[in-house]
T-cell receptor
């Protein structure tokens, strides 16, 4: 069965500092992995996705993530945090072939950006 | 091009009542998935509809049911509401191209409060 674990329910960084949000996954088959962002009272917006192509994935708003199979990780990074990055971030996994696209989400990490 | 829309935005019900939530998929999409996001949690998959049939179901009781119409819009029905059903209900649509992964686009959600 697939699962996702996000380490750290709250992460606080200063504006301009590195952002690192951690995600580890468990999957019996090669997974597809995603990072979503959710702003208050809004739905989910896709930041980036890994679909078995390049292991370093670049997304929107300067975010990127690296798929590391040996570590079963898919951590999200951004070199320099902006105040507008403050939001809830979710890592998600889905199956491959034969999949209906059901997404399995982690518990989420709240990113706080301090001025 | 309108994205995924959901109605109503907010809803307040009392225990034991029934509720219907509605979703219109993104133009060109034929698949609708529903997720429940309890406060402080990641979204959980309820079920997915394709070609007017429930294609996959998550670990939710039969009180949760749905429907997909010929125009691909969808409804989520919850009977005998419990306090624990209070959550943000997210609809996601995608286009089933028969590929290994079909990106899901999320709506803004319906906030259901059960008193």
């Amino acid at each position: 069965a697939q699962s996702v674990t996000q380490l750290g329910s709250h992460v606080s960084v200063s504006e301009g500092a590195l952002v690192l949000l951690r995600c580890n996954y468990s999957s019996s088959v090669p997974p597809y992995l995603f990072w979503y962002v959710q702003y208050p009272n809004q739905g989910l917006q896709l930041l980036l996705k890994y679909t078995s192509a390049a292991t370093l994935v670049k997304g929107i708003n300067g975010f990127e993530a690296e798929f590391k199979k040996s570590e079963t990780s898919f951590h999200l990074t951004k070199p320099s945090a902006h105040m507008s990055d403050a939001a809830e971030y979710f890592c998600a996994v889905t199956l491959g072939s034969g999949n209906t696209g059901k997404l399995i989400f982690g518990q989420g990490t709240t990113l706080q950006v301090k001025p | 091009d309108a994205g995924v829309t959901q109605s109503p935005t907010h809803l307040i019900k009392t225990r034991g009542q029934q509720v219907t939530l509605r979703c219109s998929p993104k133009s060109g999409h034929d698949t609708v998935s529903w997720y429940q996001q309890a406060l402080g949690q990641g979204p959980q998959f309820i079920f997915q509809y394709y070609e007017e049939e429930e294609r996959q179901r998550g670990n939710f009781p039969d009180r949760f049911s749905g429907h997909q119409f010929p125009n691909y819009s969808s409804e989520l029905n919850v009977n005998a509401l419990l306090l624990g059903d209070s959550a943000l209900y997210l609809c996601a649509s995608s286009w089933d191209r028969g590929e290994r992964y079909n990106e899901q686009f999320f709506g803004p959600g319906t906030r259901l409060t059960v008193l």
